[in-house]
């Protein structure tokens, strides 16, 4: 036992070292209570937690729990980092993206904490035309400028690089990306890939004359979006990716060119450890296609908070979810980093949003002083393992996407559609059953809240992959019920009705009353069913009380008019109970069909 030598205070001197094996027969304690048997590993396994790709994560990891070796921050596989300083010089930049041609909003970001321009451009952003008139006093040379142009990158480009001009940047100080991704074009809008040909132009330009200025990004948002999972997200980017490899040194430029001409793009989620070990995976895997190419190098990283995530209602959620996304990205080793503003969901963002998703990157920075450690993950047993494993599954998704003849075949044929429409159609299931729970949507949703008002955001690309959100269930049962509100003055209702002391039914009636209120169903607990205005009625106590009174209570309410009734609690045999709701039910279509019943369309 090691003796602090500056106070003799022995650390746990007195208590033998615990053993994995002391471990899992506590854990076969607690099982057998239960009324589970099983013992070690299988033990340990019980209480594991299903993630996606056939990932778990397990409740215990040790020094046993090995990965490769990841090398050091800077170096390959680029695990721990690409840069050797990772961000510990300035923290890491901090992108904001801008839909409309709002100069005043371009150039309050950039004085109050946001360090490059992320803008839209084209038909359904700002017009090539106005890009001058949104960078009007912007420093070119310091503030980096990232396009995202769809189909117009040839004009777009040659905007900003005559505005470079114009305004006397050295081609050297020119810092930012063209934003050119014919694939991602084609997985948002269903159409083929544009032609490449002035991409590689722009490429080699860019090689040649610009050694600040990248020409493609690697935009695997579109798949996270649609639904996919993390090694999704991670097999559809490298695919990607290999695919631009192919076309630009088929082009002429040398792969170590063509590799430094791409800059890859991963949504970051509130799941922290996920993302984490993503964006980490994913510097790893692109180590090894660059490394097989002939051209070791590390991958340059944009993470943007997801949007599947953001809720519509109780925004304000929405600012911890980002937080949360925002340390994981940094964490993961993001070079630059979006916070999407809460209000994302509902339209253009207002000056507080926008406000609220700059001071997000910049307290986690300069309050949290989370940039000064290199790889804060870096060691953990945990992470380092779910990185090993993320890989694998990535790199297994993407030799499927090279099997159907790469990114552009897999898109063509609807299968990468398939694919990712499995993956939401799982999850969609535990979001509807609120093994996912959303806060404010499926758990502690507030019926009486005023949703911000926004003017709408131009119109996003579409004709291609979907785009999910995990709220779009919950959100059209309380479309509905609003609709109900707007047009008779009130919203459907559910009497409660608590028998028993307090002590009996209070967390039942808790559950009951979050449930309906999910999907937009006001409960009523005072007074009698009559007096309610509700149509249907929820029996909420004990087991034990259930077995004495639930069928006389039943009885009565069906008497005094109630036309279904419900009970907080797993299936019995009750006479007078035509259905019941429990912790796994199938939220959703329970209240669809509670709706449907009270004539809510």
Known sequence: MTVLPDDGLSLAAEFPDATHEQWQRLVEGVLRK??????GTAAEDALSTPLEDGLRARPLYTADDSAPETGLPGFAPYVRGGRAEGNTLGGWDVRQRHTTADNSAVLGDLENGVTSLWLTVGEQGIPVASLGKVLDGVYLDLAPVVLDPGPEVASAAAELLRLYEERGIAREAARGNLGADPLGFAARTGAEAFDFAPVAALARRCAEEYPGLRALTVDALPYNEAGGSAAQELGASLATGVAYLRELTGTGLSVEQAVA???FRYAATADQFL??????????LWARVAE???APGG???HAVTSPVMMSRRDPWVNMLRTTVATLAAGVGGAESVTVLPFDHALGLPDAFARRIARNTSTILVEESHLSRVIDPAGGSWYVERLTDELAHAGWEFFQHIEQQG?????LASDSLREDLATTWAA???KLARRREPITGVSEFPNLAERLPERAPAPEVPSGGLPRVRRDEAYEALRARSDAHLAATGSRPRVFLAALGPAAAHTARLAFASNLFQAGGIETVTEGTFED???AEACLCSSDALYEEQAASVAGELRSAGAGHVFLAGRPGEYPGVDAYVFAGCDAVAVLSATLDRMGVS
Do not use: N
């Open 427 to 429: 999850r969609s299931a």
């Open 532 to 534: 309610s205005g509700a």
């Open 261 to 263: 001409q791409l800059e």
């Open 34 to 39: 239960s009324g589970k048997e099983a013992s």
């Open 275 to 284: 993302t984490i070990a993503k964006l980490r995976a994913a510097r790893r």
């Open 406 to 410: 790469g990114q552009a075949a897999a």
């Open 299 to 301: 991958q340059v990283q």
């Open 292 to 294: 097989v190419c002939g």
